[in-house]
């Protein structure tokens, strides 16, 4: 089923991130975290493409989902796709019978290691796979704007750009503070952009790992956030129950204020996905 259609019709809808493996080897561990996650009843689940990695295992992970009956959205990157090996991964994906994509340029992978220079941005990714009209499409967007924008005012030009070269929905950066996201989509309105903005939540439950990803992002940890870290990081279990406490109070925010779709960003940890469900069943009749 078509992103577009879900976000239309389950109001609220609640979807999860997932990585693939990094070798082949490793994808049994993989495909038991879907086990996992699939009674929770996500609306659907994404599937992230690893920079430096091969995208096949993007693919074969999305297929996995789209087995337990579950719609996947498979992640590409203008760093791992060549015109030629765009062409072959869309073919694959229809094969696979992978409606969904989200259109990235992605990460420079941490080694080092060349990247892919046909598409410079995800909005020429775009403009190349909606050409072939058979897939709904997404992007990335940045409520405290990406960090490499100048501005929000031109960040927010590029993200009308990519709803122009085909997406139809946007999925956030993670943040901290809600606030953010209000006063973005406040933003993507005044500039015209009206396709759904989809709230990217990340519980944590791993302080160092987070402060990182945070920064390298240029997402605002709020002091709250920080009181957490300084206060929890070094006990894992302390901080995995003030982490899930912190998204569950966050996505209750989010929907109260009449937000209709959140992605929470599992990490592959279906327990800490499972326990916000738990949280939230009542609020979304789960
Ligand atoms: P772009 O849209 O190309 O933007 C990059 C920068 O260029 C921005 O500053 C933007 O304002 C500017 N820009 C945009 N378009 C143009 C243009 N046409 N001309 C000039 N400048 C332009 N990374 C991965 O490697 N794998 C993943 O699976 C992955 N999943 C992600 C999922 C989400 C929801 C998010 C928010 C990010 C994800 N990322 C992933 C990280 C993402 O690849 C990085 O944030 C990357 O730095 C920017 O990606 P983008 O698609 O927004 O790039």
Wanted: net charge negative.
């Amino acid at each position: 089923m078509k992103i577009s259609e879900i976000l239309k019709s389950e109001r609220p809808s609640v979807s999860f991130e997932i990585f693939p493996p990094k070798a082949a080897g490793s994808t049994d561990e993989t495909l038991r975290v879907i086990e996992k996650l699939a009674p929770l009843r996500p609306s659907y689940i994404s599937v992230t493409c690893r920079s430096g990695s091969t995208p096949d295992y993007t693919l074969d992970v999305a297929a996995a989902v789209e087995k337990h009956g579950i719609p996947a959205l498979a992640h590409l990157t203008c760093f791992s796709s060549t015109r030629s090996e765009a062409d072959r991964l869309t073919g694959r994906l229809s094969d696979l019978g992978v409606e969904n994509i989200l259109v990235l340029r992605g990460d420079l992978p941490a080694d080092g290691s060349p990247v892919a220079k046909d598409f410079p941005h995800a909005t020429d990714l775009l403009s190349h796979i909606s050409k072939k009209g058979s897939f709904c499409l997404g992007a990335a967007c940045y409520p405290d704007r990406h960090p490499e924008s100048e501005s929000y005012i031109d960040d927010i030009g590029y993200l009308r750009e990519k709803a122009a070269c085909g997406a139809e929905f946007f999925t956030t950066q993670m943040f901290f503070d809600n606030d953010l996201y209000y006063a973005f989509l406040y933003r993507m309105l005044r500039a015209g952009v009206t396709a759904p903005v989809v709230a990217g939540i990340m519980p944590v439950v791993n302080v160092r790992q987070i402060i990182r990803s945070a920064e390298l992002s240029g997402t605002t940890l709020p002091p709250r956030m920080r009181a957490i870290a300084d206060r929890f990081g070094g006990d894992p279990a302390a901080t995995r129950q003030a982490g899930i406490a912190y998204a569950t109070e966050q996505i209750i925010d989010l929907f109260a204020h009449g937000v209709d779709h959140v992605h929470i960003y599992t990490m592959n940890r279906p327990e800490t996905a499972a326990a916000i469900m738990n949280n939230i069943s009542d609020i979304i009749g789960k």
